[in-house]
């Protein structure tokens, strides 16, 4: 039997942010609009607060594995990603872990060639990789493989919200999946296959190369893709466009939505416990049981 904690979307911000020239002529600029004018800012108000205590529940409930499926920052900037990481207290917790980039993260060019995510969640990111390559790479968690996709990329224009894995880490990915050891396969992505209506994402909030990532799944025979983005959280046992099931963790520190899910997977069961923040108790409580099949797959 093994445990994991899957939480999403924390969207950390910081007082002081090292703005640059080229910040005012980039997307930066329209996501400190929304942040500051828009009511971004005032929905993750408690995120703090809320990723503080959750993580503290966490470090208590003999968790095996822990899983952050990107969105720490809302902009990306490098104190953000600083204090996100001590916030969800990467590298101090005995609980291994495993992070990837949201599009937040990495929001601008800049951004998503400094490193800096990479650098601070260092700890959430060991693994087994094809060659030097960063992404993508597995963790073995039991008899079971978390495997870490990146699909985060600098977007250019304001509205751009979307992620590409691109050829060659796609190519990267079978092989990877061809060279792990049986066991249950768990894909981690930020982004997800469908909405909570099972319609696909928009092209400007979506995975553009969806399609070639579903072929390789299916065709690995992964049996879960655990995913963010999305800040209210769904999931799916079945949707018209995979033959596995999603889960989709939702914002873990948004005013109202705040929760994070606990999975507990026996043989090729799962059973999925979301616990939600009580803001009058400054506690999490549990909000929702669900089973899902992982074995149709394999
Ligand atoms: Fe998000
Ligand atoms: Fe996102």
Redesign the pocket.
Known sequence: MIRLAHFS?I?VTTPTLEWQREDWFNKRLTSWFNLCFLGRGKRFAHAEEVASRMMEEIAVRNVDHLIFSG?ATALGFESEIRRAAELLRVGELAIPGLAIP?N?DYCTGTAAASGHFERYFSAWQTGRRIDAYHYPFAQPVGPIWLIAVNAATGNRWALDASGTIGAAQLERLKRLLNELEPGLKILVLHFPICLKDGQRELNLHGLRDLDALLAIANAAGVNLWLH??R?APYHFQKSAHANFPVICAG?ATQTGLWSYGEYTIHDTTLTALRREYDPTTKRFRDAETFSLSLSHNR
């Open positions: 979307d969207h969105d949201g937040h963010g983005h800040h914002a």
